[in-house]
């Protein structure tokens, strides 16, 4: 901080993700909407402080253990590198740079002067952009699973892929030097499937032990349509997530370091594996591959609002691992295919093995986001997947790979495993009582208990006065 | 050095690492976030269990649970 273009460059970086971190937050004022709008009218309350509550539970377990564990476990379990754990003296909870920080000397014997340089101004705000991809993680499954599961189960999971899996995953995959990155080239810019497979393969485990909604389906087999009670409240919902995905982008990146290798510099913006990109880029297919999506599904829906609006979120998804690099019209395309195959997909694995997934978020981010790294794999094939001299290039196979160990590995099978044993101890589902009649009697039972006794010491005090009989 | 030894605005500031009271008690701080943490979920899973009790036993009384499924608002005692 001793000279002005050095000190710039930090703060500039610092204010970069701060934006992004407010940005995000639109993604969860939409998700509490989208869910809300989604929920019939005797579950609102309910559906909304299950969305709501994975904000602090998520929050206080990132800062305790989520930070240290993208930094700490790159190396995977014994698959790349030598296995082991890596030091991360900025990132354990315990850190002094965990906290308000001038970027001086450091007093824990664990730092070097260069740790606190270099990270005193910008752990706070790089830990809660990934914080709130953390959020994202925990809501996506959030719902899919409205209107039955106990919220106290629901937390539990919610924390496990927030706070644990998902960041996981980004240590192997979404780490400059992720293991993932350097032996399969795996390539997934903008979170397909590090957030979005992992998130949509999470939803399909726990749906599988949750069932699906009383009446859900009829006795010979085929669904019901349980349509989301408020569309406006829906559409504004996604109108938002679609706002705060903005911010997801730009955080994605890093803002601007020097990218020549050898002689000279080139300051440029890069994706978060240290290659070089442009904000320009991935605005230009952020844009198209939501128009691909809204377009697409717009027609496979018959204009079906709810499924319109979730085609473009779902086309962004398709194409978000590639869109550093992809040509406009590519993420058009792409953006266009995907939610078409995930529309489909979405009935038939409804029908078919009767899952209930109240608001298409297996579709959308699981099958979404399982697609959008294979479709990378196959587009981006040859490509260097890193600036660092041995990782190998972005192939199909490596892709795909990746994709299997987004969905399945760290998605699906830690939340079967999870909610088995919710289930198997009888706390995964609400009582089915509660569930026919609503789950907002125990929220709203306090708020018109005393509302009612309002009303009448009101009508007391108009009597007293004489201005009623 | 931290802003408590340091006591005041006027010197290096490059000098000043750590701004918050207590520097030290980390590992303590960070051992009671674990149990507000633990403790949360614990309360929680007891408030939420006694709640769909008292529901329960709310919908079995008076007719309520027939009531409640013709779209009458039903409420529990708090």
Redesign the interface.
């Known amino acids: 901080?001793?000279t002005e273009i050095g000190s710039l460059t930090i703060i500039f970086t610092e204010f970069y993700y701060w934006i992004t971190v407010v940005l995000m937050f639109f993604i969860h004022v939409g998700f509490c909407m989208y869910e809300v709008g989604s929920s019939r009218q005797k579950n609102h309350m309910h559906t909304l402080m299950k969305n709501t509550m994975v904000i602090p539970?998520v929050t206080?377990?990132f800062?305790?253990f989520g930070w240290w564990i993208y930094f700490a476990l790159p190396n995977g379990p014994g698959l790349g590198g030598d296995g082991s754990i890596l030091d991360a003296p900025w990132a354990t909870?315990?850190?002094?740079l965990?906290?308000?920080?001038?970027?001086?000397?450091?007093?824990s014997g664990e730092l070097t002067a260069d740790d606190?340089a270099s990270w005193?101004r910008i752990n706070g705000v790089f830990w809660a952009a990934f914080l709130l991809f953390s959020w994202t993680a925990g809501s996506i499954v959030s719902g899919a699973v409205i209107e039955r599961v106990?919220?106290?189960a629901f937390?539990?999971i919610a924390v496990m892929v927030g706070s644990c899996t998902w960041i996981i995953d980004a240590a192997w995959g979404w780490h400059p030097n992720g293991w993932m990155v350097e032996q399969l080239g795996y390539h997934d810019a903008y979170a397909s499937g590090v957030i979005h497979a992992i998130a949509g393969g999470a939803a399909l485990a726990v749906l599988i032990n949750l069932g699906p909604r009383i009446g859900k389906f009829r006795a010979d087999g085929t669904p019901r349509n349980i349509v989301p009670h408020n569309p406006w409240l829906v559409t504004i919902g996604l109108f938002l997530i679609y706002t705060g995905f903005w911010g997801f982008y730009v955080a994605c990146n890093i803002p601007i370091i020097d990218v020549q290798s050898g002689d000279g510099v080139y300051y440029s913006a890069t994706n978060i594996y240290l290659t070089p990109t442009t904000l320009s880029a991935i605005t230009f297919n952020f844009l198209l591959s939501l128009s691909g999506g809204l377009l697409a599904t717009y027609i496979v829906s018959r204009g079906d609002a709810f499924w319109t609006y979730s085609g473009g979120l779902c086309g962004v998804i398709g194409a978000s691992a590639g869109n550093d690099l992809y040509h406009p019209i590519q993420a058009l395309i792409i953006g266009a295919v995907v939610p078409v195959i995930c529309y489909k997909l979405h009935y038939w694995v409804e029908r078919r093995f009767k899952i209930d997934d109240a608001v298409g978020a297996v579709a959308v981010h699981g099958y979404g986001g399982f697609l959008g790294v294979v479709i990378a794999g196959f587009m981006l094939w040859g490509y260097p997947s890193s600036p660092t001299e041995g990782y190998a290039a972005i192939t199909p196979w490596g892709n795909f790979i990746g994709a299997v160990i987004m969905f399945g590995v760290l998605g699906f099978i830690p939340a079967y495993v999870l909610s088995a044993i919710l289930k198997a101890v009888g706390?995964l589902r609400?009582?089915r009582?509660?569930e026919?009649?609503?789950l907002d009697?125990?929220e709203?039972?306090?708020r018109?208990?005393a509302e009612e006794d309002v009303h009448k010491a009101e009508l007391e005090e108009a009597r007293a006065a004489g201005w009623l009989r | 050095?931290?802003l408590e030894e340091v006591g005041s605005w006027g010197g290096n500031?490059?000098?000043?690492?750590?701004?918050?009271p207590m520097?030290?008690s980390?590992?303590i701080?960070?051992l009671l976030?674990?149990v507000?943490?633990i403790g949360?979920?614990i309360l929680?899973?007891r408030m939420?269990s006694v709640?769909?009790q008292?529901?329960?036993q709310?919908?079995k009384e008076n007719g309520n649970?027939a009531r409640?499924?013709n779209g009458e608002?039903?409420?529990?005692?708090?």
């Not at chain 1, 909870?93 to 002094?96: A, C, D, G």
Request: glycine share 12%.
């Open positions: 901080m001793d539970l206080l377990t800062f305790l909870p315990w850190s002094e965990m906290g308000a920080h001038l970027g001086g000397p450091p007093v606190t005193a106990r919220s106290g937390w539990l706390v609400i009582p009582e509660i026919l009649v609503g009697l125990s709203y039972a306090g018109y208990m | 050095m931290t500031i490059a000098d000043i690492g750590p701004l918050y520097v030290g980390e590992g701080l960070v976030g674990f507000f943490w949360w979920h929680q899973f939420e709640n769909y008292d529901d329960v709310t919908m649970f409640a499924l608002r039903i409420l529990r005692p708090m």
